[in-house]
């Protein structure tokens, strides 16, 4: 975080917090009340003050005030990049370097997540043509088109661990997850609200 923001929150550490003000989209937007935040500042700003608490709910901290954010899927979205010496690697949509891959997914709508050492993200819906080519089978060898068409069109019901993900040097198993289920396994608040009693603005 800036350094003005954690001298702010040192200082003033009552603020009441924000509730249903602040979206993060799936292409890694942020939104006020529904309308597209353009700014490069202060998507910048934003970007460099997110965080989670204890309770798994994510938030910009806005100087001394808490600003929590609703979200339309996961805590990050991840843009591909080419890697020197080729290869794919991440970054998160605050503009943050995704870390080391440890896991990935394809949910039951043909999107990919994957969990990183930032936390978990999907990778945006632009950049999944690209990453097909970073698909391959169990021992390495690329996967044909009908065994792709087959995993995106029904994830469900593809065989496990017939994919697998190529990021950087890793080699990660494709496994399936229920999008339903994605807030629970990774330990987060969607939409976050206040308690009962809690005073906010």
């Not at 792709?148 to 029904?154: F, P, S």
Request: aromatic letters at 8%.
């Amino acid at each position: 975080m800036d350094e003005i923001v954690l001298r702010a929150a040192r200082k003033w550490p009552d603020v009441p917090a924000v509730y249903g003000w602040l979206n993060l989209g799936r292409r890694g937007h942020w939104s006020i009340k529904g309308e597209r935040i353009a700014n490069a500042a202060l998507t910048g700003f934003i970007g460099r003050n997110y965080a989670c608490d204890a309770m798994g709910r994510w938030f910009f901290q806005n100087g001394p005030q808490r600003v929590f954010v609703a979200l339309e899927y996961v805590p990050y979205v991840y843009r591909t990049r080419p890697l020197e010496g080729g290869g794919v690697g991440l970054t998160a949509h605050t503009g943050a370097p995704a870390g080391m891959p440890r896991a990935a997914w394809l949910d039951d709508a043909g999107a990919v997540l994957v969990e990183t050492e930032l936390g978990v993200g999907v990778v945006h819906d632009l950049d999944l043509p690209g990453l097909l080519g970073s698909l391959c089978g169990s021992s390495g060898e690329p996967l044909d088109d009908v065994v792709i068409e087959r995993l995106l069109a029904d994830p469900p019901s593809a065989e496990p661990g017939v994919a697998r993900l190529r990021l950087g040097e890793l080699t990660l198993c494709l496994a399936h997850i229920r999008s339903a289920e994605v807030p629970a396994r990774f330990g987060f608040d969607p939409d976050p609200r206040p308690a009962p009693g809690e005073p906010e603005c």
